[in-house]
T-cell receptor, first 113, second 110 residues
Framework: NAGVTQTPKFQVLKTGQSMTLQCAQDMNHEYMSWYRQDPGMGLRLIHYSVGAGITDQGEVPNGYNVSRSTTEDFPLRLLSAAPSQTSVYFC????????????FGQGTRLTVV | SQQGEEDPQALSIQEGENATMNCSYKTSINNLQWYRQNSGRGLVHLILIRSNEREKHSGRLRVTLDTSKKSSSLLITASRAADTASYFCAWSGSNYKLTFGKGTLLTVNP
């Protein structure tokens, strides 16, 4: 099993550009989440999903959109990138949300110039 | 902010010594988890302790939970250079979301 796969691993964007960070899991988990990690800030929840067709906002949702059309995929969209979105982004999935262990992808390092 | 605190922020020890990291959180929880992150990599789950448990062991890891003080500790015994990593606590309440602390950077010197 591949687990949680994120693409790309690295990306440089210009301010105002849009892009989609991809996340796929092959464990048939209902729960998927996106976090951003900034120095000294730990991981902060951006958006999460409790199943196909259901998404909700986390702690820092502004500037990001998500959708969940299938159980396997949970893409994160930046509609108009800003330097404040420079960060490392992690996707995670779990069987039972916060009730069970989460499995993380390897991360996408995004720089907005 | 919903985030708690972890201390110390950084810890440097010699191989063979024990390492203790502490975590405080702010809400009622269903469980508390500890994760490890090697530099530049994703997080890996270490251990989960439920709110009705006080202590849990896994290999060289010992986790305690004090819900009255809203705190947890992670003890790594007989540490090795390979234990060098960042360690994060994370907790979940009734809404099933996972909230992370800010982490402790552990350096184990050979």
């Amino acid at each position: 099993n591949a687990g949680v796969t994120q693409t790309p691993k690295f990306q440089v964007l210009k301010t105002g550009q849009s892009m989609t960070l991809q996340c796929a899991q092959d464990m048939n988990h209902e729960y998927m989440s996106w976090y951003r990690q900034d120095p000294g800030m730990g991981l902060r929840l951006i958006h999460y999903s409790v199943g196909a067709g259901i998404t909700d906002q986390g702690e820092v949702p502004n500037g990001y959109n998500v959708s969940r059309s299938t159980t396997e995929d949970f893409p994160l969209r930046l509609l108009s990138a800003a330097p404040s979105q420079t960060s490392v982004y992690f996707c995670a999935s779990s069987y039972g949300g916060g009730r069970t262990e989460a499995f993380f992808g390897q991360g996408t390092r995004l720089t907005v110039v | 902010s919903q985030q708690g605190e972890e201390d110390p922020q950084a810890l440097s020890i010699q191989e063979g010594e024990n390492a203790t990291m502490n975590c405080s959180y702010k809400t009622s929880i269903n469980n508390l988890q500890w994760y490890r992150q090697n530099s530049g990599r994703g997080l890996v789950h270490l251990i989960l302790i439920r709110s009705n448990e006080r202590e849990k062991h896994s290999g060289r890891l010992r986790v305690t939970l004090d819900t009255s003080k809203k705190s947890s500790s992670l003890l790594i015994t007989a540490s090795r250079a390979a234990d060098t990593a960042s360690y994060f606590c994370a907790w979940s309440g009734s809404n099933y979301k996972l909230t992370f602390g800010k982490g402790t950077l552990l350096t184990v010197n050979p």
